[in-house]
């Protein structure tokens, strides 16, 4: 279907507005010229808005490019596009540094070039969509290697570089660390990932079909709930599936106590970190005791199998709802003593305070969401700025803190973890009336659709568009760890090497998110 097409010299719309969970149709979109649409992208910040997507798209013989804006004061969510004409579009990343990454995406996935982007190269090591468009120009027959690239070097009289990863020490994720060094002090920290690509977008068009809700399930294993959730939305938005006061509020409790567990289990993981055992013994266990509360709610500890399109598999009744309540109280207790010991302990603070800071200047300028944002000074949170379902009408204050350094970091979670403790009591002790589940009708065609939601990280994004017969004609996620892992980079500056761990732990970071 053709877009809104702006004639030269004629004066219109250069956004479509719309709120989180709603739909439009392709054809309401306006469609800028690629410089226009630069200007768009690179003055967000200017016009109080932020880069939540920007992804292509390809509409019958055309490749689009499409973004999302979003108004965190107003609630709206602005949508614009245009055509890329040939191989390439003018990059908007010099002036807005949040948009680089999924520049580097675009260019990555249909071999189309960011002209005057700063620092082009791989996100995932993976072959261009388009047959015949290689971003890279590289013969067909060599193989896109994770973490073969070019990396930013310093030279320098006793300047290093340190090499970490993609194995790691224990159980954790591949991912490959650079930094550059003068002797203990980071200049530069370099990552790259696209170990854990599972190419979970490309499987998603032509769905949704029976293997795309555990697709959902799975982008980030720890984000089950928040993902499926974002999904959910979007699908009942365009099929126009109304979904209960009660699946709402049981869905509300789901990703609340998703939130609590990695909060909890994160507080443990910095006390852990700098060597702080009462509190890392603690908060493991307690992790455990939420991930509990979620297999009574659904019968699966990470909550697989709760969120569906129409609403939830699970209802509570009194009983079971009681029971949940007296264990989340006595969990929660115990989690204020536990943390309480890294607040009173001087050591502690001594290693918190000071380490790995951002700016808010540097975390608005790069797009940072969820806790890394808040630590900073930012308040963001899709629950109180565009909150949808049962955070309407029961509100989850925003924590905020402005050292943004791991402190700050720490301490937000476990403001969090305090609110969201008292909004699930609150639910569980009202829960409202309502079917658990309706199935909902086929999508509508020629559609597009944003769906937000604050995960345990931060904002989880999903925008879908479908084709002619209301199947996905384009499917893309932008999990909280895309925006963040630049901040990451950005809190090493001038720090210690021997304050990554930390630093890292702080942000607590999805590999398998970003790679998708």
Same mark, same amino acid.
């Given at each position: 279907? +053709? &877009?809104?097409?702006?004639? &030269?010299?004629?004066?219109?719309?250069?956004v479509a507005t719309l709120r989180n969970g709603k739909s439009l149709g392709l054809d309401q979109i306006p469609t800028l010229g690629p410089a226009e649409f630069q200007l768009e992208v690179?003055?967000?910040r200017g016009r109080q808005r932020r880069i939540s997507a920007l992804f292509a798209a390809p509409l019958g013989d055309e490749l689009r490019l499409f973004a999302v804006l979003a108004g965190d004061a107003a609630g709206v969510l602005d949508v614009t596009s245009t055509v890329v004409s040939g191989d390439s579009f003018p990059s908007a990343s010099r002036e807005y540094p949040a948009v680089q990454l999924f520049e580097r995406e675009i260019a990555e996935e249909w071999g189309v070039m960011p002209e005057g982007h700063p620092w082009l190269k791989p996100v995932r090591f993976v072959r261009s969509r388009r047959a015949g468009h290689d971003a890279w120009n590289r013969p067909q027959e060599q193989p896109l290697v994770p973490g073969v690239m070019d990396f930013y070097r310093i030279d320098g009289h006793e300047v290093h570089e340190v090499a970490v990863g993609p194995v790691h020490a224990g159980v954790i994720e591949p991912g490959h660390f650079r930094f550059q060094c003068y002797g203990e002090q980071v200049l530069h920290l370099e990552i790259s990932l696209g170990y854990q690509h599972r190419g979970v977008e490309r499987a998603l068009v032509r769905g949704p079909d029976k293997r795309t809700i555990h697709y959902m399930e799975t982008v980030a294993g720890d984000t089950t709930i928040g993902h499926t959730l974002a999904y959910c939305q979007a699908v009942e938005q365009l099929a126009e599936c109304r979904v209960s006061a009660r699946a709402h509020a049981l869905r509300a409790i789901g990703l609340e106590l998703e939130r609590l567990a990695n909060h909890v289990g994160g507080l443990g993981a910095l006390a852990n !970190?700098?060597? =702080?055992?009462?509190?890392?013994? #603690?908060?493991?266990?307690?992790?455990? !005791? #939420?991930?509990?509360l979620t297999a009574l709610l659904c019968g699966s500890r990470f909550g697989r199998g709760l969120v569906r399109p129409g609403g939830v598999d699970f209802d509570v009744d009194a009983e079971r709802a009681a029971l949940m309540e007296s264990r989340l109280v006595a969990a929660l207790r115990d989690v204020e003593q536990a943390v309480e010991l890294l607040w009173e302990t001087a050591s502690v603070q001594a290693r918190f305070e000071g380490t790995g800071p951002v700016s808010?200047?540097?975390a608005d300028s790069l797009g940072l969401v969820g806790v890394a944002a808040r630590a900073s000074g930012l308040e963001r949170d899709v629950r109180h700025d565009f909150p949808t379902g049962i955070y309407r009408l029961s509100q989850v204050?925003?924590?905020?803190?402005? +050292?943004? !350094?791991? #402190?700050?970091?720490?301490y937000v979670r476990w403001l969090e973890v305090q609110r969201a403790g008292t909004f699930v009591k609150e639910q569980l002790a009202a829960l409202p009336s309502g079917t658990p589940r309706s199935a909902p009708p086929p999508l509508r065609p020629h559609r597009l659709v944003v769906s937000l939601v604050e995960g345990w990280r931060g904002e989880i994004c999903h925008v879908a568009l479908t084709d002619a017969e209301g199947r996905f +004609?384009? =499917?893309?996620?932008? !999990?909280?760890?895309?925006?963040?892992?630049?901040?990451?980079?950005? &809190?090493?500056?001038?720090?210690q090497i021997s304050d990554f761990p930390l630093c890292n732990k702080s942000f607590d970071l999805s590999y398998c998110g970003y790679d998708l």
């Open positions: 279907m +053709s &877009a809104v097409a702006l004639p &030269a010299g004629v004066e219109g719309p250069r690179a003055g967000a !970190d700098v060597g =702080y055992l009462p509190t890392a013994s #603690f908060c493991g266990r307690l992790r455990g !005791d #939420f991930l509990n808010t200047e540097i204050p925003v924590s905020v803190a402005h +050292s943004g !350094d791991v #402190f700050a970091r720490a +004609s384009t =499917y893309k996620i932008v !999990d909280p760890s895309f925006h963040n892992w630049m901040g990451l980079a950005m &809190a090493l500056r001038n720090q």
